[in-house]
């Protein structure tokens, strides 16, 4: 009689289950490097002694719960303490979150073009979207396609939007740039159709500096323009790991924060 | 102007860091959510905490409702019947009646002052002898030590005439595991606590009055009850000892310290200089003898008269005669096994030689291997509240001072670090226990006593090369500084509050050494193998064979009986009686002809003094010396020299193991106390008394009269 254990189930499924595709090893080795990087720069941005403290004072004030429980105004104490030390422990580790927030801030953006939607593939439709100034803009403006690109439905309008919307489907992998616009002046939007990585731009703005830094990676459109942004509709990401669908952020998260807790561990870092 | 622009300068910088941050936290993208693992781990423990403090604190909350129920169900309202909300207790080792009564009439105690004043200040009866394990033994159990087995520090294994500590047994596992030349311990040591009797915070406890109990002595290996203590005098340090330094040091020298020491060698390595600590020994090594050891580094600058220390992961500068924080120390054995502790360095001296005393290795609190108190966890939450701190039984280190490792000024710091520790729980303790008993022994004043006396006295032997006028006044700074803390205990505490200050025994110089082996041994008690005059430690040189009487520890006389002793040769009976009787005569009053003072005031049978089921262990006679005398430091160890009286030259100059009527210790109360003589035993049945507890029938002390109106 054959039972049913966990070893065998994952030796039932290890092919899917320890497989690793290019974005999931990415994702892995990034998570690995980023979590080593930032668990340094934390101890050499953080006041280590203090924050040492503050952990322990903490878990000395979980115990006093604990301990004395049976006094009720030590109990209600020791909690108050706690909120207190919490704040305290909190506004230690601010100081580090300074230093690695921009940065960080730029690398994840960085990795999300490449990360977070997927390319498009060949023969399933997608939307492109543009944003108008006003609605009356809106019956002047024209979408240009390549050769390799095909519009699959007539455009929708949505006046309370200011939005129009073409449902368009590609024929070939490539590169392609579209132009949308009135027929005096048109703008280009990049599209990726491909079973590769590739760095992806879902949309170009005409919006300010910190918003086109945040989420697009194409020039911004001019300020006098009647389109105000261009959106291509990609697919978002998921990443198989462990048997387990993920986005990236998500699984990134998870393993840099269990790569930052090893390292932390081997480096002697408090955190 | 220049001050203007930087602060300007700063204030953009902070702007932009601002506007940035405030960018980043407040956009709500999913890919600038996250700001790394160390953001990550804040937020996460901090919310972790939250939740499990949330979750400990409701079922604190909801629970207690019922669990007051059941208490009040099972023992009837816990303060039914209390005269007392709350009951504090500070013990000040060995603080002497008349010095205190000496220092208050001279102005310098005003709190204490106060409390003789306003409450009470007696003489408080000590127990024979008067030595602290068995004091603070009877003053937490109640009863004599026939009912509480502690004689000593020491007691004697009868089938080898060796001693081994009185109070705790510790032993390896029972079982191991034999591979190939490591022996892996199956389970953890075993720790038996030699005490008997029941300490009265577990009456309390059982009737739901809560406990706070720190560093009691003789209250290793901790006891479960309802409350919380941190254990004292007689935990040992890691290599199991009752606390062996360690002198790290470049001079080469064959010499040993007489005990409570090592030495050892700094070698050379490369620029810098390599020494090691000694551990316990390897568990897992089928040798014994086979020591871990944690080498650290030392980098002195002789110009700049400092050196950096490597020790593990920890780097650390001192200057000369400084000290180190209290230092984790790891102590590596084959196959994950470790041993942690903690220690403090002191750098002696860095040209032309270096030296370094490590103090013992002490258990860490924090990550205690061995129990040092109960719950376990409460050494912890004291660990984490205050840092590391002194968990050794004697943490104060006499032996380096005596043996002058330590100089008196780095001797003082260590001692007053450790009592500052002891004052920080203290006050949380307080707080913590707003109803119930909170318990407090402070070694500082026994420890600072033995070593300082020598400078209290005109012409003591061990400070006779010190003028007069550079004499410091060690011991005066101590009482008054007892007596501020005393002040800012009053403070803390109501009406409804009983403070009393109980030492366990009082003060007297010890100036001349009597070796009572000696004594017996020229007057035919003790005989030597053939052709010896002297015997090494514990006996080493003794023909047992011929022996009738011995002596080992501070005040045990010991007969070697048939039937008891291993080869002992005094029958029971009729003629042990009068060997004793015999022994009693002839040393009661034994003058020394040096100064011609008594060097014993009394020879006390224990048959008569001590009642109980321990009788059978204890000494057959308690030697009471006079005052300025006490056995010598090589009679204690059972060696036997020509001499019989000597004098004390070393730093330890003062003593209490005399005669237990030169020597009570301190009663101060809040309230008045009506008895004239109280003794160190009514301390339990009367805590008991006000507390509204029935007294158990076995206590051999009597409830004190103590004034249920607060002091005015």
């Known amino acids: 009689m054959v039972s049913f254990t966990p070893v065998a189930a994952l030796l039932t499924f290890s092919p899917s289950f320890f497989h690793l595709d290019l974005p999931a090893l990415l994702v892995v080795l990034l998570s690995i490097v980023i979590g080593f990087l930032m668990v340094v720069v934390f101890r050499y941005t953080s006041d280590q002694k203090a924050i040492r403290i503050a952990k322990d004072q903490l878990k000395a004030h979980l115990l006093a719960v604990r301990l004395f429980q049976d006094?009720?105004?030590?109990?209600?104490?020791?909690?108050?303490?706690?909120?207190?030390?919490?704040?305290?422990?909190?506004?230690?580790?601010?100081?580090?979150?300074?230093?690695?927030?921009?940065?960080?801030?730029?690398?994840?953006?960085?990795?999300?073009?490449?990360?977070?939607?997927?390319?498009?593939?060949?023969?399933?439709?997608?939307?492109?979207?543009?944003?108008?100034?006003?609605?009356?803009?809106?019956?002047t403006i024209e979408l240009g396609l390549p050769l390799a690109l095909q519009r699959t439905a007539p455009p929708v309008h949505i006046p309370t939007e200011n939005e129009i919307v073409w449902r368009v489907v590609a024929r070939e992998p490539g590169n392609y740039d579209v132009s949308i616009g009135p027929p005096d002046r048109t703008f280009s939007k990049r599209v990726s159709v491909s079973t590769e990585l590739e760095r992806i731009s879902a949309i170009r703005l005409q919006g300010h500096f910190w918003e086109r830094m945040l989420l697009s990676a194409e020039s911004r459109l001019p300020a006098e323009s009647p389109i105000q942004s261009i959106e291509v509709g990609y697919p978002s990401r998921s990443i198989a790991f462990v048997g387990v669908e993920w986005n990236w952020i998500w699984l990134f998260f998870v393993l840099s924060l269990v790569a930052g807790f090893l390292f932390k561990s081997i480096l002697g870092i408090e955190i | 102007m220049k001050n203007a622009a930087g602060s300007a300068t700063k204030c953009r910088h902070l702007a932009v860091f601002a506007v940035v941050l405030g960018l980043v936290l407040l956009c709500p993208l999913r890919s600038e959510a996250y700001a790394g693992p160390g953001a990550g781990f804040a937020v996460l423990s901090s919310f972790w905490t939250l939740f499990v403090a949330f979750l400990y604190s409701a079922y604190a909350l909801l629970t207690w409702p019922f669990r007051h129920l059941l208490?009040?169900?099972?023992?009837?309202?816990?303060?039914?019947?209390?005269?007392?909300?709350?009951?504090?207790?500070?013990?000040?080792?060995?603080?002497?009646?008349?010095?205190?009564?000496?220092?208050?009439?001279?102005?310098?105690?005003?709190?204490?002052?106060?409390?003789?004043?306003?409450?009470?200040?007696?003489?408080?009866?000590?127990?024979?002898?008067?030595?602290?394990?068995?004091?603070?033994?009877?003053?937490?159990?109640?009863?004599?030590?026939?009912?509480?087995?502690?004689?000593?520090?020491?007691?004697?294994?009868?089938?080898?005439?060796?001693?081994?500590?009185?109070?705790?047994?510790?032993?390896?596992?029972?079982?191991?595991?034999?591979?190939?030349?490591?022996?892996?311990?199956?389970?953890?040591?075993?720790?038996?606590?030699?005490?008997?009797?029941?300490?009265?915070?577990?009456?309390?406890?059982?009737?739901?009055?809560?406990?706070?109990?720190?560093?009691?002595?003789?209250?290793?290996?901790?006891?479960?009850?309802?409350?919380?203590?941190?254990?004292?005098?007689?935990?040992?340090?890691?290599?199991?000892?009752?606390?062996?330094?360690?002198?790290?040091?470049?001079?080469?020298?064959?010499?040993?310290?007489?005990?409570?020491?090592?030495?050892?060698?700094?070698?050379?390595?490369?620029?810098?200089?390599?020494?090691?600590?000694?551990?316990?020994?390897?568990?897992?090594?089928?040798?014994?003898?086979?020591?871990?050891?944690?080498?650290?580094?030392?980098?002195?600058?002789?110009?700049?008269?400092l050196a950096l220390f490597a020790v593990d992961s920890e780097k650390f500068t001192l200057q000369v005669g400084e000290y180190s924080p209290w230092i984790p120390v790891k102590f590596q054995a084959a196959l994950g096994f470790s041993a942690r502790g903690i220690c403090r360095f002191y750098l002696k001296e860095v040209s032309p030689e270096v030296e370094v005393y490590v103090t013992p290795v002490n258990i860490d609190p924090g990550r205690p291997d061995l129990p040092i108190s109960h719950p376990v966890t409460y050494s912890i939450y004291l660990a984490k509240l205050f840092g590391p701190y002194a968990t050794l039984g004697l943490a104060e280190d006499t032996w380096a001072l005596n043996e002058e490792v330590l100089d008196d000024d780095a001797f003082l710091v260590q001692c007053y670090a450790n009592h500052d520790d002891r004052e920080r729980m203290l006050f949380d303790a307080l707080e913590k226990t707003r109803q119930g008993l909170c318990a407090c022994v402070f070694d500082t004043t026994d420890r600072v006593q033995h070593m300082f006396w020598r400078y209290l006295e005109d012409d003591h032997p061990a400070a006779r090369g010190v003028p007069r006028a550079e004499r410091p006044k060690v011991i005066e700074e101590l009482y008054s500084r007892m007596d501020g803390l005393i002040g800012r205990v009053m403070q803390q505490i109501d009406e409804e509050t009983l403070l009393l200050v109980v030492s366990d025994h009082g003060f007297k110089s010890f100036a001349r050494c009597l070796n009572l082996n000696a004594w017996l041994h020229q007057n035919g008690y003790l005989a030597l193998k053939s052709g010896k005059t002297e015997s090494g430690d514990w006996f080493e040189d003794v023909d047992w064979s011929q022996t009738r009487a011995y002596t080992m520890g501070l005040n045990g006389l010991y007969m070697n009986l048939k039937g008891r002793e291993r080869e002992g040769i005094v029958p029971p009976g009729a003629e042990a009686e009068a060997l004793k009787e015999e022994l009693r005569t002839k040393l009661n009053g034994l003058v020394d002809p040096a100064s011609g003072r008594i060097g014993i005031t009394g020879v006390f049978d224990c048959d008569a003094i001590y009642a109980g089921p321990y009788v059978d262990n204890a000494p057959d006679l308690i030697v009471g010396y006079g005052e300025g005398f006490r056995a010598s430091w090589d009679s204690v160890m059972g060696k036997v020299t020509n001499q019989i009286f000597e004098d004390n030259l070393k730093a330890w100059s003062g003593d209490h193991c005399v005669d237990p009527r030169l020597v009570p210790g301190v009663l101060f109360s809040n309230r008045k106390i009506a008895e004239e003589k109280p003794g160190i035993v009514d301390v339990a049945p009367t805590i008991l008394k006000l507390f509204g507890l029935p007294l158990p029938a076995h206590f051999d002390g009597t409830p004190l009269t103590v004034s249920t109106e607060p002091a005015g």
Request: charged share 25%; net charge positive; with cysteine.
């Open chain 1, 71 to 139: 006094q009720l105004p030590v109990v209600l104490s020791s909690y108050g303490r706690i909120l207190k030390g919490t704040g305290r422990y909190l506004r230690l580790a601010f100081r580090p979150l300074l230093f690695v927030a921009l940065p960080l801030t730029l690398l994840i953006v960085q990795l999300d073009r490449y990360l977070g939607v997927k390319p498009l593939s060949t023969g399933r439709p997608f939307l492109i979207k543009a944003r108008a100034i006003d609605s009356e803009v809106l019956n």
């Open chain 2, 71 to 305: 208490r009040s169900l099972r023992r009837r309202k816990a303060y039914g019947k209390a005269q007392i909300k709350r009951a504090v207790i500070l013990g000040f080792d060995g603080m002497d009646p008349e010095l205190a009564a000496r220092f208050i009439a001279e102005g310098t105690l005003p709190n204490l002052a106060k409390l003789q004043a306003q409450g009470s200040f007696r003489k408080l009866r000590t127990t024979f002898p008067a030595i602290s394990p068995v004091a603070w033994s009877t003053f937490m159990t109640g009863v004599n030590p026939g009912k509480h087995n502690i004689y000593d520090f020491l007691a004697r294994d009868l089938s080898s005439y060796l001693p081994f500590l009185s109070s705790a047994e510790i032993r390896a596992p029972k079982r191991s595991w034999k591979i190939g030349k490591y022996t892996i311990p199956l389970g953890k040591p075993v720790i038996k606590g030699m005490r008997r009797g029941t300490p009265f915070w577990h009456w309390l406890g059982k009737s739901g009055i809560f406990c706070s109990v720190i560093r009691v002595p003789v209250t290793f290996p901790p006891e479960k009850f309802p409350g919380v203590l941190l254990s004292g005098m007689c935990v040992p340090d890691l290599k199991g000892s009752q606390g062996t330094f360690c002198l790290c040091t470049t001079r080469h020298t064959d010499e040993k310290f007489r005990e409570g020491g090592v030495r050892v060698p700094i070698e050379r390595n490369g620029s810098g200089l390599r020494t090691y600590i000694p551990g316990p020994e390897d568990p897992l090594s089928s040798n014994s003898g086979s020591e871990l050891r944690v080498h650290f580094e030392i980098r002195p600058d002789a110009g700049k008269r």
